[in-house]
């Protein structure tokens, strides 16, 4: 069995949610009718100038600081020249020879233990329009043309799939702990391209192939897998493994060359002599970064979670705000079945969840009257189906709920239910005694659940003379 | 004297009103004897009637009111359209107003059309348009000089009070000085490039025309100043400079040169002595060592930024479009056929010069050479207030001339381009006319923002000359 290396690098491409464009006014909203949001500027007229977005240029500084790079006291833009339909001015402006940040690091959680991998250069530039392509005829929508665009490169450093899905996980996560993007990926505002070496263990050949057009984690995964698998082969049978740009193809599960790439293609990159360069704010520098996940993930281990536990309270960042507040009154082996088996089991998307119909106050005092036996367990796991399912507060719910009959209102029913049920009573006098469950589900279904199950089994076990 | 105040007055005097005083400058527009003109504006006339209206509630407001003004056709203006004296945007209609557009309006301007330029005012003679060259009023069968010839012809010619060019590297003022007229090159940044279609953003400004230097000022007050929508534009300072006469003035020791045609010599050494025995200013010659490289850095940086300017053109959205077999055809046979021979040159010198390897032989080292003229420039200013040169070193050439050798061409604006290279500002001014009756004219060179010292020592050549 032959020895590889394998090196994978990846580049990575984030929409920014900021209220307008990079370089112009126009609205950031791509669920706009097409071309509604543009102007002279971003569909590149004649005499037109960009006017940069600050609060573009503050994200991408808060980026780079909360993915621990460095970031140069003065920025500037380049030109990056190419012809394509999408790009109106024929360049793009983007920064080369200066990044916003440089040498950074993304945390990936593994186990207990938090690893570093490394982030070469965080790039601020403007996203190109987008091409439709119908019947063999390409249409553009230009709304897309000039959003804020971060490009964050790593150098080749992830030698398996499954770690770089581990470390993608962990910066898009971070990306959205910011507020800085959605990385909704089916809507591309989190878009990789990743790059692939294989080599004999040794040989310095770079063969590097590029593959396109992942917009989710297992395509990712599935193309690396994929590639790996091929790269290998055609090693061990002494073919030549093509320097290429390549795209996956999601139907047939395997990945094909989309163009050769027998030169470099040359940019023509210079400064953008229409925007001088620009200092960088220091409120932008000291500004105080929201708490990203790795910190929750170690407040959430010292509560007691395990890591499982921990990552999948992490994967909302409101939830896991939610779930430590709630952990300052109660441990978490008290609520972790009510927050990660009750009320997640009605959450469909957790990583867009951004609240629930009850705070955290909410939350807390449905906690102490379960804890008071106010509330019986299955009516408090009632009360969460209903207020997930119809969205409404569980402040409403324990009211309307647990309002407890009194014990002689309790007492008159399980009359009537030994009335009712003279078959069933004889069957328990006669030592079968586990269908008592049965009498005590048909008082709880006539006190219509407003009773604690417990203090109705006493009753009936004291006028069956039981026990 | 100003021929703005002169006209506003006749309205406030009742004498006429601004649709009365347009007739005459738009019939001589419309015959268009020198080829001036490229789009006129059919709707000048209804705007003057606004103003007329206007005249008749006694609401005379604004520093240009119901004053004709032209445009040089890479200036956008809104609902007009703007060729660039290029096939590729031939039919292309400005979707708005370009900055200075909004200013002059603002103020009353009448525009009264669009004025002949080189292609994207790229070259020195007007002869490179797509609508045809442009004729010198003093001598048809020569150059008006370019890039903008057009706006230059129109205010010798009286198609117009007052003109607005751009010089990237003389463009404004080669023309003001072959036709006679009064052009300035404002300091980088004092007016907004907004609205003007880029050819060298680094070095791009618009600039004003004029036959009389007051009106020159009172059209620079009005463009001038930041605007958001252009980065590279500053805010004016408010400076208010006591101008102590005689002032010391540098004469470039490369004026007299072998290069520079004999005439033009002549009248510049009696233009030095008048003004020294006036007791306007002392001189003494300087030399800049950068000088001989300006011409190369300047067709660098000028053509790779135009590369990358002109980019844009690729038949997808708007303008002249050919092919579309491919993708490629396409991109290949619109910017063939649409470009025009001297904008194809300096787009593939541009696109050479910006190619991976020679950026640093080419476009890093000629920036640092800019940097290097500025400086030269600054340790002059430390012994002068203003520097002094011919504008061309050639009196206006034929027709034809210059067009097959491209290095000649260049040539034409030796004296011009240093200025753009730094960033400084630079007025030419008419002065005089060779044996033949061609114009001859020189140019100030100041600090940055030192237009109203130009404005106030050219009212009092103006006076002594009994120029313009």
């Known amino acids: 069995m032959s020895e590889f290396d394998v090196k994978i690098g990846v580049e990575i491409h984030v929409q920014l949610k900021t209220k307008s464009k990079m370089f112009c006014s126009c609205k950031v909203d791509l669920k706009s009718e097409p071309n509604r949001n543009i102007c002279p500027i971003c569909t590149g007229q004649p005499g037109t100038l960009p006017t940069p977005n600050e609060k573009a240029v503050e994200y991408a500084v808060i980026v780079s600081r909360a993915l621990n790079s460095k970031i140069p006291d003065f920025l500037y833009f380049s030109r990056k020249n190419y012809f394509y339909p999408d790009l109106p001015k024929g360049y793009q402006i983007t920064q080369y020879g200066i990044s916003t940040g440089y040498n950074g690091s993304v945390p990936v959680i593994k186990d207990k233990e938090v690893i570093y991998f490394p982030i070469e250069r965080v790039n601020l530039e403007e996203e190109t329009a987008k091409s439709i392509y119908v019947d063999g005829k390409v249409f553009l929508d230009y709304n897309r043309c000039g959003i804020p665009l971060l490009e964050i490169v790593t150098p080749p450093v992830f030698d398996f799939p499954d770690i770089l899905i581990s470390f993608l996980k962990s910066l898009r996560r971070t990306l959205i702990y910011l507020g800085v993007s959605d990385c909704n990926m089916e809507e591309g505002e989190f878009r990789v391209d990743t790059n692939i070496s294989v080599n004999l263990k040794g040989a310095t050949l770079d063969s590097r192939v590029e593959i396109k057009n992942l917009n989710s984690f297992s395509a990712i995964k599935e193309s690396l897998e994929y590639e790996i698998r091929r790269q290998k082969e055609a090693i061990l049978n002494n073919a030549v493994v093509t320097r290429e740009t390549r795209l996956w193809d999601e139907v047939k599960k395997e990945t094909r060359a989309m163009r050769k790439k027998e030169f470099v293609e040359d940019y023509r990159y210079f400064p953008e002599p229409d925007l001088p360069p620009f200092e960088v704010k220091k409120e932008w520098l000291t500004k105080e970064l929201p708490l990203l996940p790795d910190y929750y993930f170690r407040e959430l281990i010292k509560k007691g979670a395990d890591s499982k536990e921990a990552e999948i309270i992490i994967s909302s960042p409101f939830l896991a705000d939610f779930t430590l507040k709630v952990l300052e009154k109660f441990s978490f082996q008290k609520v972790k079945g009510w927050i990660l088996t009750e009320i997640l089991q009605y959450v469909d998307d957790l990583e867009s969840l951004r609240e629930l119909p009850f705070s955290f106050t909410d939350f807390i005092l449905f906690l102490e009257n379960l804890e008071k036996g106010l509330i019986p367990r299955h009516i408090g796991q009632e009360i969460i189906r209903i207020s997930m399912t119809e969205k409404v507060n569980i402040s409403d719910l324990i009211k309307d709920k647990v309002e407890i009959k009194s014990a002689s209102e309790v007492d008159k029913v399980v009359e009537e239910v030994i009335r009712e049920n003279a078959s069933v009573v004889e069957k328990i006098r006669a030592g079968k005694v586990s269908a008592i469950s049965f009498l005590i589900g048909q008082t709880m279904s006539k006190l219509k659940g407003k009773a604690n199950p417990k203090e109705v089994k006493e009753i009936i076990e004291k006028k069956l003379n039981i026990k | ?468």
């Open chain 2, 1 to 468: 004297m100003s021929w703005v105040k002169k006209i506003i007055s006749s309205y406030k005097e009742g004498e006429k009103l601004p649709s009365e005083a347009l007739v005459d400058f738009f019939k001589r527009a419309k015959e268009n004897k020198f080829n001036s003109f490229i789009t006129l504006n059919d709707r000048v006339f209804d705007e003057a009637e606004i103003l007329d209206r206007k005249v008749k509630e006694g609401k005379i407001e604004g520093k240009l009111f119901g004053i004709p003004v032209s445009v040089k056709d890479n200036i956008l203006v809104k609902n007009l359209r703007v060729t660039c004296a290029s096939k590729i945007l031939e039919n292309y209609i400005a979707p708005y107003d370009a900055t200075v557009i909004e200013r002059i309006k603002k103020e009353g301007a009448l525009i009264i059309g669009k004025t002949n330029l080189d292609e994207f005012a790229m070259g020195s003679s007007n002869e490179y348009s797509y609508f045809g060259p442009a004729y010198n009023p003093y001598d048809t069968e020569r150059v008006p000089g370019g890039s903008s010839g057009g706006s230059a012809i129109s205010v010798a010619n009286s198609e117009a009070v007052l003109s607005l060019g751009s010089d990237t590297g003389g463009s404004v003022r080669l023309p003001a000085s072959f036709c006679n007229v009064y052009g300035l090159k404002p300091t980088y940044g004092a007016v907004s490039r907004y609205g003007l279609i880029a050819f060298a953003s680094s070095l791009d400004q618009i600039g004003p025309f004029s036959k009389y230097i007051e009106d020159l000022e009172i059209i620079f007050d009005v463009i001038k100043g930041k605007d958001e929508r252009d980065n590279t534009s500053v805010k004016y300072p408010d400076l208010k400079v006591e101008i102590k006469y005689p002032l010391k003035i540098g004469v470039l020791k490369d004026s007299f040169s072998d290069k520079v045609e004999d005439e033009i010599k002549e009248k510049l050494d009696e233009f030095i002595l008048v003004l020294e025995k006036e007791g306007i200013a002392k001189f003494s010659e300087f030399e800049m060592e950068s000088f001989e490289y300006a011409i190369a850095v300047y067709y660098i940086v000028a053509c790779a930024e135009a590369s990358s300017n002109l980019a844009r053109y690729d038949g997808v959205r708007y303008g002249f479009k050919k092919g579309g077999e491919s993708l490629l055809s396409m991109y290949e046979e619109t910017r063939t056929l649409g470009f025009g021979e001297e904008v194809k040159r300096r787009i593939l010198t541009g696109t050479f010069v910006l190619k991976s390897g020679y950026y640093e032989e080419y476009y890093l080292k000629a920036q640092k050479a800019r940097t290097k003229i500025l400086k030269e420039f600054m340790k002059n200013f430390e012994k002068f207030d203003l520097l002094l040169s011919p504008v061309s070193p050639t009196l206006p050439f034929k027709i034809g001339e210059k067009i097959n050798d491209p290095v000649t061409m260049y040539l034409s604006d030796i004296f011009t381009v240093p200025v753009n290279l730094a960033g400084l500002p630079a007025i030419a001014f008419p002065y005089s006319f060779s044996k033949n009756n061609l114009p001859i004219g020189f140019q100030f060179i100041g600090k940055f923002f030192d237009e109203y010292l130009f404005f106030s020592i050219l009212k009092k050549i103006e006076n002594l000359f009994n120029l313009g």
